[in-house]
């Protein structure tokens, strides 16, 4: 069992930044591809970006150039550097574990999810 737990969430003025940590805990992940999903307010849940376990990274088209994900193999941790937030960017974001080394913007792809954190740009 993995359990993936979300932090670093909360309020922030549109422009700003955040960043979101991702800390895996019960087996290691460092040889699976990780991810962020979000989920807004009556919307569906859609990618946002990942990383597969040789570091190649990738992003929904609303989020490049701004967002950056990256991970700590070592601490078993991913990030999600957020810059230029926008209110549009509002919403529970969730931290997944691929079911392989390579995972692209699926849900399906995906089968070990957190609890999520929020995240709330004001504009």
């Known amino acids: 069992q993995v359990q993936l737990v979300e932090s670093g969430g909360g309020l922030v003025q549109a422009g700003g930044s955040l960043r979101l940590s991702c800390a895996a805990s019960?087996?290691?992940?460092?040889?699976?591809?990780m991810g962020w999903f979000r989920q807004a307010p009556g919307k569906e849940r859609e990618f946002v970006a990942g990383?597969?376990?040789?570091?190649?990274?990738y992003y929904a088209d609303s989020v490049k150039g701004r967002f950056t994900v990256s991970r700590d193999n070592p601490k078993n941790i991913v990030y999600l550097q957020m810059n230029s937030l926008k209110p549009e960017d509002t919403a529970v974001y969730y931290c997944?574990?691929?079911?392989?080394?390579?995972?692209?913007?699926?849900?399906?792809?995906?089968?070990?999810w957190g609890q999520g954190t929020q995240v709330t740009v004001s504009s």
């Open positions: 997944v574990r691929g079911r392989t080394s390579i995972a692209g913007p699926n849900g399906y792809e995906y089968d070990y």
């Open positions: 990383i597969n376990w040789s570091a190649i990274t």
């Open positions: 019960g087996r290691t992940v460092s040889r699976y591809a």
